[in-house]
């Protein structure tokens, strides 16, 4: 029997970080955690969405895992406690650096089914139906998680099983839900009714409140299934069955084949030198490989730190190398398996220089005038998590099911939500998808393709030694969030709570605007606005996570925008 829920949240903001020994000895269950917004350690160091997720890793670090197995288990347990995005019913991607120093990629993004084509979000007349690429059955790309977790797997020491358990335990136990857990259900209850034919748990008449348990029956069954059979649990055999049988009840496309056809891809990580740093990320099909070496080369022999933090003059450098990096994105960027991609000739010196050059110094840039050179905003709801261990292991990894709560359809009987990323295809050239972006010929759709990402997991190493994890969610901002707190760390000196906390922006070409936190500088604002520019105030953009390694100290940091919790011992 469970225990009887009893909520004690504490949400605070340390101002300096607890002792790792605190964290050790703290008891957390499902019914009573804390957030914690910092941890200092020695020995390893977690930071997600969910502190119940963070807490499953460091147990894991602490009972011998490696970053790796940490990571899985995080992953596992996200899946439960932060269904808006953490999934099995989505994708991702993983950059991780291991002690022996292999740089790993790993890409489980989702695919096009194999019945997918060029025009299916256009009705007869041409035009898009983006309430079809973004909402229900037709919206969801083959998911991609699971093939993930055991790809991860093969650098990991402990045995799936045990990795996995935590999420079981929370999924058919229940564990209670916090604020804004309580407000993201409560804005989705009529989706949830509208797009599915037996009702999910998410559903809760009367409105669901902070404290109330969440028990999740179906996916516990779902997880030990994985548990029992593997990668074949979720892509072959009874949960593969309850996805059709979705899809057929919804007139969704997705079929027994497309699922056991999924097959992870092991990329080469997009390695970039940046001053006397490494930067190892994730190349194509994420756009964040390619245009976080953009923007941060354009800025690199520039003085920023002279400029100041947040002065106009370096949000204008940085807003202009947003812009051109978001204009080459929207045409050049796609799965280069299905899609020839100039990547080395957008990322040259000489293409870079040539870019800049269009930059005219305190004058804002028109989109108007700044095509790609010759040669998308989503919804938000992606999760990020770090993981370092002290060995010298690091795993960046950043998974999503697009939308919050994706295409709000749950797979009935296997308790797990879909993802609506093919909505991050191009749906029509000019067609703003559901972030604003738009794309062109080379993010198309066909069958079997990956849909163009944001997602951005990013490790910088200074002499083959990891110093920096990072990562977000955020749709199209993710890239520009992570090349912000890359130049407030790197360049600015920032503590990795100010890279973390302080007010963002994003500039993404089209639409023409500056997009900004509501705490950005006024004065900025203002000396912006001066310069030409339309600033936009919009809500938090993205939720940062940071570990940050200096020698033996280990120091991570979950964004102060959500319920993100970093832990370590
Ligand atoms: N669905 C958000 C991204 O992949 O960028």
């Known amino acids: 029997m469970s225990p009887k829920p009893v909520l004690s949240f504490l949400f605070y903001l340390f101002s300096g970080a607890l002792p790792c020994s605190v964290h050790a000895q703290t008891v957390n269950s499902p019914y009573s955690y804390q957030v914690r917004k910092r941890v200092e350690c020695t020995h390893g160091a977690v930071v997600s969405a969910h502190p119940l997720a963070s807490r499953t890793g460091a147990v894991i670090l602490q009972q011998g895992g490696n970053a790796l197995d940490a990571a899985i288990a995080t992953q596992l347990a996200l899946a439960v406690v932060y269904p808006g995005a953490g999934n099995i019913g989505g994708g991702g991607f993983m950059v991780a650096h291991l002690a022996n120093q292999k740089n790993i990629a790993l890409d489980f993004r989702e695919k096009a089914p194999a019945a997918a084509t060029r025009d299916m979000y256009?009705?007869?007349?041409?035009?898009p139906r983006t309430d079809l690429s973004q909402n229900g059955h037709l919206a969801a790309g083959v998911p991609g998680t699971i093939a993930g977790l055991f790809a991860e797997l093969k650098y990991a020491k402990l045995p799936f099983a045990k990795l996995v358990q935590p999420a079981i335990d929370l999924a058919e136990n229940g564990f209670v839900i916090t604020e804004a857990e309580a407000r993201n259900l409560n804005n989705t209850q009529d989706a949830f009714k509208k797009y599915n034919t037996v009702t999910?748990?998410?559903?809760?008449?009367?409105?669901?409140?902070?404290g109330d348990t969440l028990v999740q029956k179906d996916l516990a069954r779902t997880l030990r299934l994985i548990r029992d059979k593997g990668a074949k649990g979720f892509y072959e055999g009874e949960t593969a069955r309850l996805i059709t049988a979705e899809m057929e009840r919804g007139k969704g496309i997705i079929t027994a084949a497309d699922l056991k056809n999924y097959e992870v891809k092991e990329r080469e990580p997009s390695v970039f030198a940046y001053k006397n740093f490494q930067i190892v990320t994730m190349p194509l099909p994420s756009s964040g490989g390619v245009i976080l070496q953009q923007m941060m080369k354009m800025v690199e022999d520039e003085p920023l730190k002279a400029y100041g933090f947040e002065s106009a003059k370096s949000v204008h450098l940085m807003t202009e190398v947003e812009r051109l990096a978001y204009a080459d994105r929207a045409k050049y960027l796609g799965d280069r398996d299905y899609y020839s991609v100039p990547v080395k000739t957008?990322?040259?010196?000489?293409?870079?220089?040539q870019r800049k050059a269009l930059i005219e110094p305190d004058k804002a840039g028109s989109s108007k005038d700044i095509q790609a050179g010759t040669i998308s905003p989503a919804s938000e709801e992606t999760t990020h998590l770090d993981v370092y261990d002290g060995e010298g292991n690091a795993v960046s990894i950043t998974t999503t099911l697009n939308g919050g709560y994706g295409n709000r359809v749950v797979v009935a009987g296997a308790g797990f939500l879909l993802n609506n990323e093919m909505d991050d295809f191009s749906i029509k050239p000019g067609v703003p998808n559901m972030y604003g972006a738009v794309g062109a010929e080379a993010n198309a759709i066909a069958p079997g393709k990956r849909m163009l990402s944001s997602m951005t997991p990013t490790l910088v190493l200074d002499r083959g030694k990891v110093v920096l994890v990072v990562g977000t969610p955020g749709g199209t901002t993710i890239t520009t969030s992570v090349f912000q707190t890359l130049v407030d760390l790197l360049e600015f000196g920032l503590s990795v709570e100010d890279a973390v906390n302080k007010p963002k922006f994003h500039h993404q070409w089209l639409p023409d605007e500056v997009y900004v936190e509501p705490a950005f500088p006024a004065d900025t604002r203002e000396e912006l606005k001066k310069m030409g520019y339309t600033i936009t105030q919009r809500g938090s953009i993205g939720r940062t996570?940071?570990?940050k390694v200096s020698g033996n100290q280990i120091e991570a940091v979950g964004d102060g925008r959500g319920d993100d919790t970093a832990e370590g011992y």
């Open 122 to 127: 256009l009705d007869s007349a041409g035009n």
């Open 346 to 353: 957008l990322t040259s010196k000489a293409y870079l220089q």
């Open 545 to 547: 996570e940071v570990i």
């Open 200 to 210: 999910p748990v998410f559903v809760k008449e009367g409105g669901w409140k902070a």
